[in-house]
């Protein structure tokens, strides 16, 4: 064999179980036919959230006056927002494949074809093609962009997430196809930046498997800031006018026409399997690849980890699932848990949770008891200047176990790792409501809001 472990795809699930392989002792090969770091370091995660910050920093020398300090003539300089964000995306990538030769691991700079479990067929530097041959392997080939079979969709005007991200004229309106995940942070960017947003959603409600009560809320919260979402609305089709798009759609029974400088497509993204067909792999109703606890398939020896399994779409999902199938390749014995994932949206205001929502807690647990505490209550959010949102906490009331937790407000994607720990170590609200908080942070109100679930809420009532 040429190598114990061959990756294939050099996305954030890729080259993290390529590092762990690499450093349990294998001589590992990962093949990428772009960029190393995949969809989540140069077209997703990363670069999204550095338009994030750039909005918030925007929006808050916008209102330094409420800080005390004088500000005039702020505005966007959005050639220099995406100069900052490939910068960063740069030095990111280079880190990675620094880390990934400084774990001795060979990489080959081409597209993947899968001949048989053991084999895979590649292309040198030169265009020459070379059988790898590998002991075990970890398919990490990712997910496409979903492109639906709307008329007009392939129009110069319609572009995608990886288009957006080098937009450098931003149009008056943008209408965004799809009110998910990267839908909503995108309308959150471009709302920002200056741009009149209507988001159409498909489906009867935004965010569908969310805790309901926090997702009226970041509805409410767009809708303040001048971001129009329609539900229930059924593109049909997509025609160039002067100026700009016509999108057609159904709304309420009645046919309607958005006028829009710009449509983002963000319906989602589907399993990449581009040259997996000689695996004749299992596969689910999401076509993804089916895999069990160990990340492993059908076949014996082959694991696949990350969206292409057609799961969690999640990049820290991914990382996880690649240490799990990088440790079982090397003989561990390794299971992912996928009862603890993390959910998080980087808009303003944040938004994530872990565990159940209220309606599912009660159907699984029968008697539950729920705790909330505002960020109005808490010193450190009045300081930081944004009061807005709350925390939800839900337990298991015949143990006090905490199956739930949900938060929208400041910096609710970094505090939703305490929940996630709570949940990992099956934490009862007894026991975070003793974990001593440092005073005065935005963490405390975790604690609060165990108080207020225990009945005895101490800085609220």
Avoid at 196 to 208: D, S
Wanted: with cysteine; proline share 3%.
């Amino acid at each position: 064999m040429d190598y114990d472990i061959l990756v294939l795809g050099g996305g954030i699930g890729g080259y993290v179980a390529a590092i762990r392989a690499a450093k349990g002792g294998a001589k590992v090969a990962l093949v990428e036919k772009n960029h190393i770091g995949g969809t989540c370091l140069n077209y997703g995660c990363i670069p999204t959230k550095s338009l994030i910050r750039s909005a918030e920093v925007l929006d808050t020398v916008k209102n330094a006056s409420d800080f005390g300090v004088k500000a005039t003539g702020a505005e966007l300089d959005l050639e220099s927002v995406i100069k900052r964000k490939d910068n960063i995306v740069k030095m990111l990538t280079e880190g990675v494949e620094g880390l990934l030769n400084a774990n001795q691991i060979t990489i080959y700079n081409s597209m993947g074809n899968v001949k048989d479990a053991r084999t895979v067929e590649v292309k040198d530097s030169s265009g020459k093609s070379l059988d790898l041959t590998t002991n075990k392997l970890i398919i990490a080939t990712g997910s496409v962009t979903t492109i639906p079979n709307i008329p007009g969709v392939d129009l110069p005007g319609v572009i995608t997430s990886k288009e957006v991200l080098n937009i450098t004229d931003l149009p008056e309106e943008v209408c965004i196809v799809g009110g998910g995940v990267i839908g909503l942070e995108f309308a959150y960017i471009l709302n920002a930046f200056g741009a009149k947003v209507t988001v159409l959603e498909l489906l009867p409600e935004i965010l569908p498997k969310a805790e309901r009560e926090l997702v009226n809320y970041l509805l409410d919260s767009f809708r303040e800031k001048g971001i129009s979402i329609l539900t229930k609305a059924q593109v049909n089709a997509i025609e160039e006018s002067e100026p700009g798009m016509n999108v057609m759609f159904y709304h309420n029974d009645e046919e309607k026409t958005l006028q829009s400088g710009l449509v983002l497509m963000a319906v989602g993204r589907e399993p990449n399997l581009a040259g997996l067909d000689a695996l004749n792999l299992k596969r689910n109703s999401s076509k993804g690849i089916i895999v069990n606890s160990s990340m492993e398939t059908s076949l014996p020896g082959v694991y696949a980890i990350g969206d292409v399994t057609g799961g969690v779409q999640l990049a820290h999902v991914a990382t996880a699932q690649g240490i799990v199938a990088a440790e079982n390749a090397l003989g561990e014995e390794a299971k992912f848990n996928s009862n603890s994932i993390p959910y998080c949206i980087y808009s303003k205001p944040e938004m994530a949770w872990v565990g159940l929502t209220e309606e599912e807690a009660k159907e699984k647990y029968g008697r539950i008891k729920v705790g909330r505490f505002p960020f109005t209550g808490s010193g450190k959010a009045m300081v930081y200047g944004d009061t807005s949102g709350l925390v939800k906490m839900i337990i298991d009331e015949k143990y006090g176990e905490i199956v739930g937790l949900h938060l929208i407000g400041p910096e609710a994607t970094n505090m939703i790792a305490e929940g996630v720990l709570a949940r990992m170590l099956e934490a009862t609200v007894i026991e975070l409501a003793a974990t001593i908080h440092p005073h005065p942070t935005l963490s405390e109100v975790l604690m609060e809001a165990a108080h207020m679930t225990l009945d005895q809420g101490i800085h609220y009532i």
